[in-house]
């Protein structure tokens, strides 16, 4: 079996009657070889695509790459903390608040750490795009402060909360 076609159990000992109706400038033997095995390259990558779609949706439910999306009020701990069966890849986050927020690709510990990586400020009034790589995420502030948020699977490029127009003239 020296060609991709006998690893599918094809017969190719001959090639002359299936290429007779092929035009002159069709690709043969090696070539045609060369043409299959990049398209099946290409079908292969196009399923891993879908395989990890398909898992995101079976792991957490996720539709679009949405893992959750709310309005949340601070408590007096002063955190929102959330834990994803999949890999959180973004948060797109409005500050609603007086405050700066600070959202951490990690469980919540003592105190929201001021730097550091995974660390990412959101000033008073500000929305923000923040990628990240971690099932967990916190998002610090003062207690009673509140923001609008999308988590995603996948990283984002362009935040879309400040396209929202809250209407008016």
Known sequence: MSSILGMFGLNVADECNETENLPA?????????????????QEFRRLTQVTTEYGERLAHG???????V????????????????????????RNLSQHDLTVVSSAPGM?????????????????????????DLTVWGTAADRFSYQ????GGVEPSLNAVDGGGA
Request: a neutral charge; hydrophobic letters at 50%; one cysteine or more.
């Open 111 to 135: 105190a929201a750490p001021a730097s550091g990586i995974g660390v990412y400020i959101v000033s008073a009034g500000c929305s923000a795009l923040v990628n990240l790589a971690s099932h």
């Open 25 to 41: 400038s069709a690709p043969r033997g090696r070539a045609a070889e060369r043409v299959l095995a990049a398209e099946l390259l």
């Open 62 to 68: 996720a539709v679009n790459h949405v893992l959750e």
């Open 70 to 93: 709310g309005t949340y009020v601070l408590p007096d701990a002063g955190y929102l903390a959330r834990t994803f069966a999949v890999t959180v890849g973004s948060i797109e986050i």
């Open 151 to 154: 988590i995603f699977t996948r």
